[in-house]
């Protein structure tokens, strides 16, 4: 079992003891993105391969200082399809998201790249009140899963946690209410998923629920809830019932609650990096950084 992350920085540091790998940046003619782009090469961990409009990105690089190779794609639908181009050509070893929407970034991906049965998100989490890292699955990509659909972003996210040290991560299937609701459907598949989990449908992690977000993640209100659970309290990956349920959470943690985070998209046949437009560079940069982690230890056990 690799060493476990036990911080963001430690992402940061182990990308940064790694060679640098090829990284093609879509649709990368924003400033913000050329300089996410180019203080993830400044500390060494990738060599940007920037696709979109020459003149933009070139005019930008001057202002920057700085000079990375530049593949001229005219439309936002050319740079996708470059970019996923550039990986099965072996040109580049990660993708990341620039300037464009997320679905036209990833409709190649699904059409070419998809590696498992679905490809979905995770957010991880540093907070200064928790006492470590925290999974969030999917608050990006699936907007309304169906239990079948939850298993597969629940085993995703399990096996990058796994991948990133964790022996046997525990796992909440969240919804308002800690008790099964046949008119609340996220708690009836929280139920379900957790079963899954007990007849090896889910495998290599605890799982639970469904669980209210407070007795997931503190153990006293689980404690005054009467809930005896193995993952109450000591939770580390969070399934969220939707996209629009995470997005909030993910959106409140960070702009309330000072989180810390990484994010990339996992079930393609490399990482890929969806930042979104607005996220601050210390976002992008972890997020590469986790990607480039995540690359180096998959290809290790082969």
């Known amino acids: 079992m690799p060493n476990r992350i036990e911080h963001l920085d430690d992402l940061i540091t182990e990308a ?5 790998a090829v990284t093609a940046v879509v649709d990368a003619g924003e400033r913000h993105v050329l300089e996410a782009a180019h203080q993830a090469a400044s500390e060494g961990l990738i060599v940007p391969l920037l696709i979109g409009q ?14 990375y190779p530049i593949i001229d794609a005219v439309t936002q639908e050319a740079a996708a399809d470059m970019g996923v181009q550039v990986i099965k050509d072996g040109r580049a070893k990660l993708l990341m998201k620039g300037y464009l929407h997320t679905a036209e970034f990833l409709h190649p991906i699904l059409k070419e790249l998809r590696r498992g049965p679905r490809l979905s ?32 972003i629940l085993q995703n996210a399990i096996d990058l946690a796994r991948l990133l040290g964790n022996t046997l991560p525990k796992a909440a299937a969240l919804s308002a209410i800690e008790v099964v609701n046949p008119a609340l459907v996220s708690t009836v598949d929280a139920a379900c998923l957790a079963k899954m989990a ?27 809830k ?18 629009v349920s995470g997005n909030i959470l993910y959106k409140d943690l960070e702009y309330l609650a000072g989180a810390r985070f990484a994010g990339i998209v996992l079930g393609a046949s490399v ?11 210390p976002v992008r940069l972890a997020s590469l950084a986790l990607a ?4 180096h230890r998959e290809e290790s056990r082969k």
């Open 121 to 152: 998100h995770v957010f991880i989490a540093e907070l200064d009140r928790y006492p470590k890292l925290l999974f969030i699955t999917d608050a990006a990509i699936n907007i309304a899963p169906d239990l079948e659909a939850k298993a597969q």
């Open 271 to 281: 990482p890929v990096v969806l930042t979104s437009r607005s996220d601050p560079e």
């Open 292 to 295: 480039r982690v995540a690359h």
């Open 16 to 20: 940064k003891s790694l060679p640098p």
């Open 54 to 67: 020459r003149e933009i990105i070139a005019s930008l690089l001057s202002e920057l200082g700085a000079d």
């Open 226 to 243: 009467g809930i005896h659970s193995a993952v109450a309290g000591d939770v580390d990956i969070l399934l969220v019932p939707d996209l």
């Open 198 to 224: 007990d007849r090896g449908q889910i495998k290599n992690a605890l799982v639970d629920g469904p669980l209210a977000f407070d007795n997931a993640i503190s153990a006293e209100s689980a404690r005054i």
